[in-house]
């Protein structure tokens, strides 16, 4: 009863958990800027439309993994503090973005 609980919150944790989709083709990032909310846990949807598998790199965010040709792979950044953080394609350098994180707007 105790692990039910814990797994059916967790499932609800990450349904609650915003996805950005990034998608590599020709050997670079559409979009090549995403903006995510400081404080904020997200889940990046790369999808490597190209045939050659891709890295999706960031120093920044301390990620780095391959994304096979043609396939998906999600990455969980975050929570991040408001600020600047690049990412870059390492098979293919000149393929650069950026995650952009902005403070919440108060009201």
């Given at each position: 009863l105790v692990l039910a609980a814990l797994m059916t919150a967790s499932t609800a944790a990450l349904a609650k958990t915003p996805q950005v989709n990034l998608q590599i083709k020709n050997h670079a990032f559409i979009p090549a800027e995403v903006k995510v909310l400081a404080g904020t846990?997200?889940?990046?949807?790369?999808?490597?439309?190209?045939?050659?598998?891709?890295?999706?790199?960031?120093?920044?965010?301390?990620?780095?993994?391959?994304?096979?040709?043609?396939?998906?792979?999600?990455?969980?950044?975050?929570?991040?503090?408001?600020?600047?953080?690049?990412?870059?394609?390492?098979f293919y350098p000149s393929a650069t973005g950026r995650v952009i994180v902005t403070a919440p707007v108060s009201r």
């Open positions: 846990r997200v889940k990046l949807l790369i999808h490597n439309a190209d045939t050659t598998p891709a890295e999706f790199e960031s120093y920044d965010l301390s990620r780095e993994v391959v994304v096979p040709g043609g396939g998906d792979v999600v990455v969980f950044i975050g929570p991040l503090d408001p600020g600047h953080y690049g990412f870059f394609n390492d």
